[in-house]
């Protein structure tokens, strides 16, 4: 870590260059730190070398080169890879080597996998984002981080290389359950909406002077406010377009997956958040795991027949 | 009307002065308003009639004395009674009398009344309001009128003396319709905030953290903003003060409730408003009718055994 | 009833000729009983009198005939016009013309109708019936008869023509009561069968090894034993049809919606048969009301996308 | 196994001597067998041996001892400490070994398990158990076998002398799922009674009148017919009995977080199974986990206050 505390510019190395991940990356580089990649399409780390990277040829060459790393992976099964499994980082990472997991995954294998780290004296840090992959691209993401006071200082850099918001939400994995349950939240928030919406037309109410008694009102929320799920209430938002881009309603059905994990594992009652687990899991089931969230509003809209 | 639209200033006839309406009555007088009034209560007529009102010996009698009445009572059966009861409105109304009814009732039962007022070349228009017995005494209460362009434009003077947001929601059966929309949604948030909060206290996140970053995030809402139900996260409101005051779970229940009967009559999905109306039914039953709706984090609580 | 007491066969009118309706009547007629019978559709009217009942005009025109009525109606606002509207049962029934009502309808509108026959010394029983189309043929159904005992007395040799279980539920409106309780926990059990043999099935079970095992254990219930809903476990009935004929998921959503109006007005909490509604009646929104309500199944599958 | 098959008595390990455990192991001698024992619990391997079982250290030390092992313990962390743990069976499980699990555990735990065990050609099959303490003392449990055919029929003598049905679930792991699956219909199917019990009441039905009429209608299931939870319309079950004795809230809380968890892992939607584990989850976290499930009548009683 010298290179970055003195100079603020370090090698960092780089684990999963998806949608979100190349983008990171990418802005890692401009911003002026060194990047060693991986990932498991080739393609990907391609692109990534023609714009300044070095690739490597696994986590565990990768953890060899670098004692700086950043993982943006899609679920816990390959993060679990990635960190444990054979050429995983564990295999070669040195000691006081330090790992921030920007994937959301589960609270319960983010700790596991911290714990082994642990062992190894390695650091390991959760920091799940929010933003979307414009957010990424823009480097306009927000990170909500699980460490120490004196880790997250240390940290923080990095992260403010790809976002904008860098949140410190507690201790190790408290990142991961903020994200969590913002997202419970948004997910109950957007069938609320969707459910009064829907009632509102079916009593004959307009659809924008209802929205617009709604946001000046005690019922008023982000996904009334700018996201509204009606089409033709909000110009430019994914619900006026087909429900095409945005947040997939497949990606919010795994956010409420980890948190139904967590109410199981703390015994926390969450009635809606299952009911609103059930649905987007529904929702995605029947074919449209691609839609915006939103989406939800056509599904549950009153059809005439 | 001569008399109001020369001088915006007219005799008015006011039934249901309770803990909203005497407040509503006053304001009326205040600004110069002439009031007759009536309540079952002698003693809240009592109070009026101190504060120079008139009184009248039932709604036919207040009916016969004035063509411009305003109604504010708790549920439907008391509207029904007061509109085509014995001694009712509709038994001495004189034509083109307006009446509008400020109670929050069943939006199929308001119709009905209207229907019956109409027959009688007598105007009837809904505009319940949300604000609360404080909204009531400071004159700052919202209206949500229903009501045609013009009907709108005549009450619009009227309910200014009483609120600061008067708004046009639509048609008779609108105001109705736009306020249940909106407690609908705003019930459904509230446990959305509750059980997030106890979900991520379980997890660990200290409750300011953990609000902090809903309400900078897609997750924020009124209910996380202005009404965070658990306690100590605000200071001043009833959550803080052991759900004291405030919006009773017993009166959400009831609008829930006429929620549930629109969507029935609509043939309109509702899911997380059914069970939210469940929920708020529960903690009526259980005793707690009184306490405010932020009671159903208390409620909801993962308790240590 | 001087007829009936004496020589157990009467002058009975008989109102409602539909899918269930003409099959009840003719077998009235098979069981020895003269028919007059009303319905608004002519045709319906025809088919009847070919088999030996008199036509009448109007539900008025039955009334001043006959003293025994029966009414077989699909909703309320049926059963009002033909008990309270222009040309009803109400404007020339006799002292002591005594109604039985079979159809399902809202208990406060069947008390309301109840109240108004009161009034004119006519009495009003309701006696709901289960069994379907078939057992309309077959006069199988099972009647659920709300009425005084004697009453009941006086009620049930008219039923035994039409059913085999004649039930006395209790005093007027336990008859609907009852049939909507039952119907209640059968849309619930039928929902809570689908989802756990589509669980079962994706955790690799086989769905007659499944069936076999729910049925010999305390899982068991009717939905299970002689309706599961997945096509294949139980031949002969609409799952193993494509859902075809069997009880209509838009009538499980009307008999739900009753038992929501129900415990919205006795306070009741109904969580599940809150969601079950839900769920009957998004089924229906989204085109498939016609299908058996076992299409729950079909619904909530996991899809293999 | 020779032992077994020749004579079909065997030296058998038993891990695990709890309510159940205990009562098992017991009826295993009674029927001939030689038991080494082995417990946390000191006290409850002296009851044992006593009874004439030999007692070990540890599981490894037990392992070491026999080739038949049975495990009967609370939950998966206890299954992976006894099978994986520090003197775990696996540290010295001979070749061939053949462990049943009669543990109800999380399908995945268990089959991370059975893999763990399959690299040292040790046997592992799930066989969870049903029919409560007091069918454990009477050897009139149900055995829900995952297992391969020829496996089910080596292990089904072991198992026929503690229970009275074995049941062939289907292969490893579909023991678990069965038992599972039956355990979520069945906590879904007590909270539909109970519901339809409280509305029914509500509307002033007679409950065993409403109970009589439910049990020859299509509502009909186990938990109305052998367990309905409103004391006294059964006599001599535990909801008779102020809800002691029977199964606790708190095991079909955890039965149905096992339900949530398959839910989660198989993409499955279980709406309703979600809605009744957050109900006995809350119920515990009330307070109330030791009283029997059928407290949930009680909880959601309508109270008159």
């Known amino acids: ?23 990171m990356a990418r802005n890692l580089i401009k911003k002026g730190h060194e990047l060693v990649v991986y990932d498991v399409n080739n393609q990907s780390v391609n692109e990534l070398t023609k714009f300044g990277a070095k690739s490597s040829e696994s986590p565990a060459d990768l953890a060899a080169k670098t004692q700086n790393i950043i993982t943006m992976l899609p679920s816990h099964p390959h993060v679990n890879e990635v960190y444990l499994g054979k050429k995983g980082i564990l295999e070669t990472a040195q000691k006081s080597t330090r790992c921030i997991d920007c994937s959301t995954i589960d ?9 082994l780290c642990a ?63 913002n997202n419970m939240l948004l997910g109950i928030s957007m069938i609320g909406v969707a459910e009064t919406m829907n009632l509102g037309l079916s009593l004959g109410l307009d659809k924008k002077v209802l929205a617009g008694i709604l946001n000046t009102s005690s019922g008023r929320c982000w996904s009334s406010e700018v996201y509204n799920p009606v089409p033709g209430v909000i110009e430019g938002i994914p619900p006026s377009n087909n429900y095409e881009g945005g ?20 015994h926390s009652s969450t009635p809606l958040g299952s009911m609103a687990y ?21 599904y549950l809209r009153t059809k005439k027949n």
Chains 1, 2, 3, 4 share one sequence.
Do not use: W
């Open 247 to 266: 947040f997939q309603s497949g990606l919010m059905a795994k956010d409420l997956s980890l948190a139904q994990n967590a109410s199981v594992e703390t």
């Open 278 to 298: 059930n649905f987007y899991k529904h929702i995605s089931n029947q074919g449209y795991s691609k839609k915006d969230f939103g989406y939800v509003y056509e």
């Open 119 to 181: 062992e190894k004296s390695v650091y390991f840090n959760d920091a799940p984002v929010s933003g979307g992959v414009k957010g990424a691209e823009m480097a306009t993401l927000t990170f909500m981080v699980g460490a120490s006071k004196t880790d997250f200082e240390v940290i923080k850099p990095f992260l403010e290389c790809m976002g904008k918001n860098i949140v410190h939400a507690g201790d190790m994995g408290h990142g991961l359950a903020a994200k969590i349950c």
């Open 1 to 23: 870590m010298v290179n970055l505390t003195q100079s603020r510019l370090a090698l960092i190395g780089f684990i999963g260059l998806g949608n979100m991940g190349a983008h």
């Open 107 to 115: 609270i319960e294998a983010s700790k596991r996998i911290a714990n």
